[in-house]
């Protein structure tokens, strides 16, 4: 009998456990960084001052944040103005745009191999 309770504390231990990191997990995955609200924030304002009605998870938002992230519009391009203060600014910005512009499931894991410079052509001999 005491064994049986001495299982059972042992298992709802581990399930409690279980819970517990389960919860940790989905509450992780569903929180955004605060360099990723502030550059969300950034282009969400130059949208408005704008009258760019876009709505996010749309195709037409993922080609807007290409258009950021290329450099298409120069407000969110550069630091110094209306929208972007600083460099960090700036950096979030263009991580968010890549991120929603789709490059990112595209492009974000694949590193081409390092195969060095391509070997200089010969030379031919002085005369």
């Given at each position: 009998?005491?064994?049986k309770k001495s299982v059972l504390f042992f298992l709802s231990i581990v399930v409690g456990l279980a819970i517990i990191l389960i919860?940790?997990?989905l509450i992780r995955m569903n929180l955004r960084s605060e360099q990723e609200i502030t550059a969300e924030q950034i282009i969400h304002t130059y949208m408005q001052t704008n009258g760019i009605?876009?709505?996010p998870g749309t195709t037409e938002y993922r080609m807007f944040m290409r258009q950021i992230f290329w450099g298409e519009h120069p407000e969110l391009a550069?630091?110094?103005t209306n929208f972007?203060?600083?460099q960090e600014e700036l950096e979030y910005v263009r991580a968010y745009a890549w991120k929603y512009s789709g490059y990112e499931g595209l492009y974000g894991g694949k590193n081409e191999p390092d195969?060095?410079?391509a070997p200089s052509p010969p030379t031919e001999p002085t005369k």
């Open positions: 009998m005491k064994n919860v940790a997990i009605e876009i709505k550069e630091t110094g972007i203060k600083n195969v060095g410079e």
